[in-house]
């Protein structure tokens, strides 16, 4: 298994339950019993948008439970129309090889393991599991839900993997240390706790070897140490799109001149990001703002007059004086007074008044869809062990989408206080998704429909790069699911 991610780490504890043994891979050095960690190692990655020069971007996280050690914990249902085409309502890639119904219990199971907390959310016939109850909301956050409700609008508790144990502090964006938030080192402890698997950490994956059609064994190394050669009769691939797509290109061989399963060419296309619209929104009469942070979504803005949009829910931030400036900087840095450098510094006094006459404010993000487009990719490379390089172009009807999408959110909003917090296109780069689609036909497809490798026996993926297209909901359900999914269609096949 190489990641130790959402996707490794639950395929790999269900083929561990499932009776088989199981080494999982971690470039990560992070021991799963650290209690006071040194800082997280970034992964980068050099981006080029729109063909502009490239710069270095964090894209994931190195340590053992991958970027799920930090995320956010947002476990959202996708709609069926995420994977299916419907009557007025097409599909852009004609739908999944894998329906929703297929899917469908794996999304109830991965909702059982994390013990997902919330409520149901209305708009979604299909959202019938059974929610841990959530605290209650804080003054603030109570009086914006009602606001939104009385004027037509569905809000509801977001779908959270966090226990809420006594003094949970939600944990955004950073470790938690109680085991509250379900990320993925909890199926990992657990399938190392069995004696039937191991975690090499500290180890990256340099290359597949190849036999014909079955993988023989993968190349890992470790600084300062020879490269070694490790002989399996199955892999998995479980290292984030970007990571996996980025192994798979590097993996050349006579059978396989530009990587494995790159025989039509579209490994490492298609890559899809969510584009993040964040905003500061306020309470009325200052309505005091506490925890929880990360406490309400919405589907209203789902699906607008039978155009993709997504979903808009809390981050888990508070829009302070910190917050003010950098979006006054941000507003400074794309305006005609950018060459003034020597203005930037006073932007401070503008922020602290701002946030004294305005208050607190919860910040909301909107998620946008992103579509699949073969220009977007990762570009080939012969090292797994440097940043890949991405190149990236906003589509023309991705733009459109976004203007329509803001103008919803400002309708949404109307009648207090509220400002977008981004100008600028943001490509939310933990959701990279769709750099080895599955499908039918290995000539439009990379990976088939468990999630093999067109063309060989025993090489499966398991994270976020099987999916042709990134619906309008965070990743994380669907990778978790998926790979319980994957695991349950090797152990058929053993």
């Known amino acids: 298994m190489i990641g130790t991610g959402l996707g490794g780490a639950h395929a790999g504890a269900r083929l561990v339950e499932a009776g088989m043994k199981v080494l999982f891979v971690e470039r990560g050095t992070r021991a799963l019993s650290d209690n006071a960690p040194a800082p997280l190692e970034q992964l980068d990655a050099e981006v080029m948008i729109d063909g502009k020069g490239a710069r270095r971007v964090p894209t994931s996280i190195s340590a053992v439970g991958g970027t799920s050690v930090v995320y956010a914990a947002s476990l959202e249902l996708p709609a069926r129309h995420d994977l299916e085409d419907l009557e007025g309502i097409p599909h852009p890639t004609g739908g999944w090889i894998v329906g929703y119904d297929r899917f469908i219990p794996y999304f109830s199971e991965a909702r059982r393991l994390v013990g997902i907390s919330g409520t149901p959310n ?33 809000p509801y508790r977001a779908h959270l993997g966090i226990a809420y144990q006594p003094q949970c502090q939600e944990c955004i964006g950073r470790e938690c240390q109680q ?4 990320d993925a080192r909890q199926p990992l402890q657990r399938a190392l706790s069995t004696g039937r698997s191991a975690l090499l950490s500290g180890w990256t994956a340099q290359q597949i070897e190849i036999d014909g059609e079955t993988v023989s064994g993968v190349v890992v190394s470790r600084a300062g140490q020879e490269p070694v050669i490790l002989a399996t009769d199955r892999v998995v691939l479980a290292g984030g799109a970007i990571g996996s797509a980025q192994l798979l290109l590097a993996s050349r061989s006579t059978e396989w001149a530009d990587g494995i399963g790159n025989r039509t060419g579209l490994l490492g296309r298609n890559l899809m990001f969510h584009l993040s619209e964040r905003m500061a929104v306020f309470p009325k009469h200052r309505a005091p703002l506490g925890f929880p942070a990360k406490s309400l979504a919405l589907r209203d803005l789902y699906l607008r007059d039978g155009a993709r949009m997504g979903m808009v829910q809390s981050m888990g ?49 909107g998620i946008l869809e992103d579509l699949p487009y073969e220009t977007n990719r990762i570009l080939p490379g012969s090292n797994p062990l440097e940043p890949p390089r991405i190149v990236y172009g906003v589509a023309p009807e991705l733009a459109q989408r976004r203007h ?91």
Do not use: W
């Open 122 to 154: 209305v708009l979604c016939p299909e959202d019938r599991d059974l929610f841990v109850s959530p605290p209650p909301l804080c003054a603030g956050d109570a009086e914006i839900c009602d606001d939104l409700t009385r004027r037509g609008y569905h």
């Open 179 to 182: 085991a509250c938030k379900a």
């Open 317 to 365: 931030l508070q829009a302070d004086y910190g917050n003010i400036l950098m979006h006054l900087r941000s507003r400074f840095d794309a305006g005609r007074l950018r060459r003034a450098r020597v203005l930037r510094p006073f932007l401070r006094i503008p922020a602290k008044v701002a946030a004294g006459v305005l208050g607190e404010a919860r910040v909301f993000v």
């Open 404 to 494: 329509r999408f803001r103008n919803a959110i400002r309708e949404m909003f109307r009648g207090r206080r509220f400002f977008f917090l981004n100008d600028d296109i943001e490509l939310n780069y933990g959701h990279a998704c769709g750099t080895a689609r599955f499908g039918r036909d290995p000539r439009d497809s990379v990976l088939d429909a468990d999630c093999r490798v067109h063309g060989l026996r025993n090489l499966y993926v398991a994270d976020a790069s099987f999916m042709p297209s990134s619906t309008g909901v965070n990743p994380g359900l669907i990778i978790l699911a998926n790979s319980l999914r994957v695991a349950d269609r090797i152990v058929a096949a053993r």
